[in-house]
């Protein structure tokens, strides 16, 4: 099938000033293809969680927005230390993250949960020294 839109958005590592701006803007581009509502909140969270493990936990990654006329996907892949044990990242209030991301608020660990919660499918690939891959896809039909 066919793609209506494709965007590759780089995400720097501890790169906190420009943390939420890959997922402003696919919100910005979701709402001008016309999305709305619920998918478009949906899709919101996920990306603004995903683009924030980027920053605070890799190092360094790309996330990929496709826009099917059935569904949105949005593909993480980084470079990093990956996640040994992932049913413990997937847990509620589990983190890892560092002072300096705790100082500015982040580490609460509900990222996880919230994008597979939000999405309507999630799969999460991890390889410890290597990286992680998270896909996610939101029905929008
Ligand atoms: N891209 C990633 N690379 C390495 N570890 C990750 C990545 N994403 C998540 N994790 C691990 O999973 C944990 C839980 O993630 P999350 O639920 O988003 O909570 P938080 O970001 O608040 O720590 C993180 O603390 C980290 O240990
Ligand atoms: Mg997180």
Redesign the pocket.
Known sequence: MSELMKASYPVEAADYTSAGSASADIKRRLKKLGISGDVLRRVAVASY?VE???V???LGGVLDLSVYPEYVQLVST?R????PDLSL?MREG????NDEARSLG????????NMKRNADGFDIQSTVGVG?TIQMKFNLT
Not at 80 to 83: A, H, L, N, S, V
Request: negative net charge; glycine residues 20%.
């Open positions: 969680e924030l493990n980027l605070i936990h890799s980084d990093g230390p990956g996640i990242a589990w983190s890892t993250a982040f580490g609460a660990g509900m990222g996880l949960p992680t």
